[in-house]
């Protein structure tokens, strides 16, 4: 295979360390000191960390290379205003958690202590975004056709996850006399806003949301193409990200009004992908698409700056 400029970067052993540095200078021009988002930039180094375990642990790329993690951060860095929301951040960084736990329990059915934790990581999210527990029944069925580890047990362990975090807030609010602000949270799942609602939204969020998505489409025809050199494992991991990329954008179509959260979940899907593209592609089609999405991604990034 002829060695292009997108391989020497993707195979590169300074990548990823470019890459962090490249993500603090935008948390400090975006106000690291100034707003103090010091909360937000430790979450997602702990997101990346995750990113890093979950590429390794699964062989989502088949040599070297550390463009999942860096596909993650530049994208990341791509919504500079979305750094600021903790929440965001804490989405991301269970989403991360949620596969790295849940992929552990591949085509085992009794590995409940993978399972819960896959799903007490999502329980913790929907503490700060309700919205999470929608996609809950696709994931039950992912995890029987694609983990293929679905069974009573796990099934049992699954709602034990999500339920965990909530016995310890309730327990809060009712020593607190006032379970009220808990109810309110649990019943805004069942509050929907206008399908298709976007003329509220600004260019610095449906520009970097449509880049997102062409990226996400570019990875999966391309992984959908080449996916007979992976392994199965890997075929089954990766159509899982497809499935829930998927998903999230249906999500981000018929609710826009939860597009700032969802948009940190959909990154978590798509990092995979197109890093699985930058990484095992090396004709002259794909090297001029690959530095045009490097390039796309640093100027979408220096507009949602500047303005």
């Known amino acids: 295979?002829?060695?292009?400029?997108?391989?020497?970067?993707?195979e590169s052993r300074w990548a990823l360390p470019i890459c962090a540095a490249y993500t603090l200078l935008i948390c400090i021009i975006s106000g690291l000191f100034v707003e103090g988002i010091w909360v937000q930039l430790a979450l997602t180094a702990v997101a990346t960390l995750l990113m890093v375990e979950l590429n390794n642990r699964n062989s989502l790329i088949r040599i070297y290379s550390r463009m999942v993690s860096c596909s993650f951060l530049v994208l990341t860095m791509m919504t500079p205003h979305k750094i600021e929301s903790t929440d965001g951040c804490i989405v991301s960084m269970c989403f991360v958690a949620f596969y790295l736990a849940l992929f552990h329990a591949y085509q085992d059915k009794k590995a409940t202590g993978y399972v819960l934790w896959a799903f007490t990581a999502i329980g913790i999210a929907s503490t700060v975004w309700i919205q999470i527990l929608l996609f809950v029944p696709l994931l039950w069925v992912l995890t029987g056709t694609n983990i293929l580890a679905l069974s009573m047990r796990t099934f049992v362990?699954?709602?034990?996850?999500?339920?965990?975090?909530?016995?310890?807030?309730?327990?809060?609010?009712?020593?607190?006399?006032?379970?009220?602000?808990?109810?309110?949270?649990?019943?805004?799942?069942?509050?929907?806003?206008?399908?298709?609602?976007?003329?509220?939204?600004s260019i610095n969020d449906i520009l970097p949301l449509g880049f997102i998505a062409l990226l996400a489409i570019t990875g999966s025809i391309h992984f959908l193409r080449t996916s007979y050199m992976d392994k199965i494992r890997?075929?089954?991991?990766?159509?899982?990200?497809?499935?829930?990329?998927?998903?999230?954008?249906?999500?981000?179509?018929?609710?826009?009004?939860?597009?700032?959260?969802?948009?940190?979940?959909?990154?978590?899907?798509?990092?995979?992908?197109?890093?699985?593209?930058?990484?095992?592609?090396?004709?002259?089609?794909?090297?001029?698409?690959?530095?045009?999405?490097?390039?796309?991604?640093?100027?979408?990034?220096?507009?949602?700056?500047?303005?």
């Open 1 to 10: 295979m002829i060695k292009r400029t997108q391989n020497r970067i993707a």
């Open 157 to 201: 362990a699954s709602i034990m996850g999500i339920l965990l975090p909530y016995w310890f807030i309730s327990a809060y609010y009712i020593y607190m006399g006032d379970i009220t602000p808990l109810v309110n949270h649990v019943v805004a799942i069942a509050e929907f806003g206008q399908p298709f609602e976007f003329y509220n939204s």
């Open 234 to 307: 890997t075929r089954m991991i990766y159509e899982m990200f497809i499935t829930m990329t998927i998903a999230t954008m249906v999500l981000i179509i018929l609710q826009p009004q939860h597009a700032n959260i969802a948009t940190h979940m959909l990154i978590i899907s798509t990092a995979p992908l197109i890093g699985h593209f930058l990484a095992l592609t090396s004709t002259k089609i794909t090297n001029i698409a690959s530095l045009a999405f490097m390039a796309t991604a640093l100027v979408i990034t220096a507009l949602n700056l500047w303005t």
